[in-house]
C-alpha cells in the first residue's frame, strides 16, 4: 500500500509579553493607581450564535461545551502603551474577542481554556497575531490589561456552568477581521462571519485566476522566474484517497486540488515540482501545505492527476500541477499562496474563486 505524508497547517503564533516591574526583553509596566484614558473598542458585527464543542480537560477527557463568541472589539493604539511589545506588533491594531463557554457535560471541567483554540482572521485567511500577557510581577493585578478585555474565565466548571474569557487579538493598520474560527477538539472547524470589512483583509492579494510572477530554483539552485496562473481550486472527497494509507484523523478530513500552470521565464530547465511551494490558506486562518503522496509508478489520483509534462520544463515551456491539501470540515479555502525560492523569491496570494470549491 502507498505511504502518504501529510503537510502540515500553520497557527496563529502566541506572543508572550510581561506585565509588570520584570525585566527581560518582553518586559513592560503598568502604573499602580495611574488614571487611564480609556478610547472605547468599536465593537464589530458580529451574530453570537452558540455552537456546541469539544474541549479536552486536563484529565485528558473530551468534554462538551457551548460556545459562543459574543463581542469582537476594535480598539485603539493607545490601548497597550504601557505593555513593551515584540518589535513585529508595533503599530499593529488590538482587537478584543470575548467569549462564554457553558460546560454541557455532567462532570466538572478542570483546565476549561477553550478561548485558545479560537482564532480573528482576515479576508485572506491571514490569522491574527494571539497576544497573552504574563504578568511576571507578583504585586501586578488586572490593571495591566486593557479595561476592555479583563473577563479571565475559570479554570474549574462545574456542569451547567458559564464562564467568559477574553483574548487579545493584532492585526496590521487597514486589516479588518473578516471570520472568528474555534479549532474544535474534536477536529472540526466553526466559523462565525464579522460583518464591516471593507476588503481591509485584501492588500497584496491578487483576484483569482490572475497571473503573477513568481520565482524558483533548478537543480543547481539557480533562480528561475515563472509566471504563474492559479486554475481551479475544487472540492474532493477522502473516498479519492482510499488506495493511501490514512490515519484516522486524516480520514475525517476534506481534500481540495489545487490545479496551477507554471511558465519557465528564465534560461535553465525545471523539474515540475513547483507546486513544493503551495498552499491554501483557510476562513479558519490555517495555512495548509500540500500532502506528499508516495506513489511511485502508480495511477496517482484521478481527480489530480500528476504534472503534464512529466519531463523536464524547458525555458518558455509550461506545466500544469495539481496539489492536495486536507481541510478540517466546517473550514474553506480562501486563498492560494505560492512559496517562492531562490534570491529574489517573494511569497504570491490570490483569492479563492468563488465557486472554487465546486
Known amino acids: 500500500m502507498p505511504i502518504r505524508i501529510a503537510g502540515a497547517a500553520g497557527l496563529s503564533a502566541l506572543m508572550l509579553l510581561t506585565v509588570g516591574c520584570a525585566g527581560g526583553p518582553h518586559a513592560g509596566t503598568a502604573s499602580p493607581g495611574a488614571s487611564e484614558a480609556v478610547t472605547p473598542a468599536e465593537p464589530l458585527p458580529m451574530k453570537a450564535t452558540p455552537r456546541p464543542a469539544t474541549w479536552t480537560g486536563s484529565d485528558h477527557k473530551a468534554h462538551a461545551l457551548r460556545i459562543t463568541p459574543i463581542r469582537l472589539a476594535?480598539?485603539?493604539?493607545?490601548?497597550?502603551?504601557?505593555?513593551?511589545?515584540?518589535?513585529?506588533?508595533?503599530?499593529?491594531?488590538?482587537?478584543?474577542?470575548?467569549?462564554?463557554?457553558?460546560?454541557?457535560?455532567?462532570?466538572?471541567?478542570?483546565?476549561?481554556?477553550?478561548?485558545?483554540?479560537?482564532?480573528?482572521?482576515?479576508?485572506?485567511?491571514?490569522?491574527?497575531?494571539?497576544?497573552?500577557?504574563?504578568?511576571?510581577?507578583?504585586?501586578?493585578?488586572?490593571?495591566?490589561?486593557?479595561?476592555?478585555?479583563?473577563?479571565?474565565?475559570?479554570?474549574?466548571?462545574?456542569?451547567?456552568?458559564?464562564?467568559?474569557?477574553?483574548?487579545?487579538?493584532?492585526?496590521?493598520?487597514?486589516?479588518?477581521?473578516?471570520?472568528?474560527?474555534?479549532?474544535?477538539?474534536?477536529?472540526?472547524?466553526?466559523?462565525?462571519?464579522?460583518?464591516?470589512?471593507?476588503?481591509?483583509?485584501?492588500?497584496?492579494?491578487?483576484?483569482?485566476?490572475?497571473?503573477?510572477?513568481?520565482?524558483?530554483?533548478?537543480?543547481?539552485?539557480?533562480?528561475?522566474?515563472?509566471?504563474?496562473?492559479?486554475?481551479?481550486?475544487?472540492?474532493?472527497?477522502?473516498?479519492?484517497?482510499?488506495?493511501?494509507?490514512?490515519?484516522?484523523?486524516?480520514?475525517?478530513?476534506?481534500?481540495?486540488?489545487?490545479?496551477?500552470?507554471?511558465?519557465?521565464?528564465?534560461?535553465?530547465?525545471?523539474?515540475?515540482?513547483?507546486?513544493?511551494?503551495?498552499?491554501?490558506?483557510?476562513?479558519?486562518?490555517q495555512t495548509v501545505k500540500k500532502m506528499i503522496l508516495l506513489d511511485i509508478g502508480g495511477p496517482g489520483v484521478g481527480r489530480c492527476p500528476e504534472a503534464v509534462p512529466h519531463t523536464m520544463v524547458k525555458p518558455n515551456g509550461t506545466v500544469t500541477e495539481c496539489s492536495i491539501h486536507l481541510l478540517p470540515k466546517g473550514d474553506a479555502p480562501v486563498a492560494v499562496i505560492f512559496d517562492g525560492e531562490g534570491e529574489g523569491a517573494r511569497s504570491v496570494t490570490w483569492r479563492v474563486p468563488v465557486d472554487g470549491g465546486k
Open 74 to 285: 476594535r480598539g485603539s493604539d493607545s490601548d497597550l502603551k504601557h505593555i513593551r511589545l515584540d518589535d513585529d506588533l508595533k503599530g499593529m491594531v488590538p482587537y478584543y474577542l470575548t467569549v462564554t463557554y457553558t460546560n454541557t457535560g455532567k462532570d466538572t471541567v478542570s483546565g476549561a481554556d477553550p478561548a485558545r483554540n479560537f482564532s480573528v482572521n482576515g479576508a485572506d485567511g491571514q490569522a491574527a497575531q494571539q497576544v497573552s500577557l504574563f504578568q511576571s510581577n507578583p504585586l501586578a493585578t488586572s490593571s495591566g490589561l486593557p479595561p476592555e478585555c479583563r473577563a479571565s474565565g475559570a479554570p474549574q466548571l462545574a456542569a451547567g456552568a458559564t464562564a467568559a474569557n477574553c483574548q487579545i487579538y493584532m492585526l496590521p493598520k487597514g486589516r479588518q477581521p473578516a471570520t472568528v474560527s474555534y479549532k474544535d477538539d474534536g477536529g472540526d472547524t466553526l466559523i462565525w462571519q464579522v460583518g464591516g470589512a471593507k476588503g481591509g483583509g485584501s492588500d497584496g492579494v491578487l483576484p483569482a485566476g490572475r497571473p503573477a510572477d513568481g520565482i524558483t530554483e533548478d537543480s543547481r539552485s539557480r533562480p528561475v522566474p515563472l509566471r504563474i496562473t492559479p486554475k481551479s481550486v475544487r472540492t474532493g472527497d477522502i473516498a479519492d484517497l482510499s488506495r493511501f494509507d490514512l490515519d484516522a484523523d486524516e480520514k475525517k478530513l476534506i481534500p481540495y486540488y489545487v490545479t496551477m500552470q507554471y511558465r519557465n521565464s528564465g534560461k535553465y530547465d525545471l523539474l515540475p515540482d513547483m507546486n513544493e511551494g503551495v498552499a491554501l490558506r483557510t476562513a479558519g486562518g
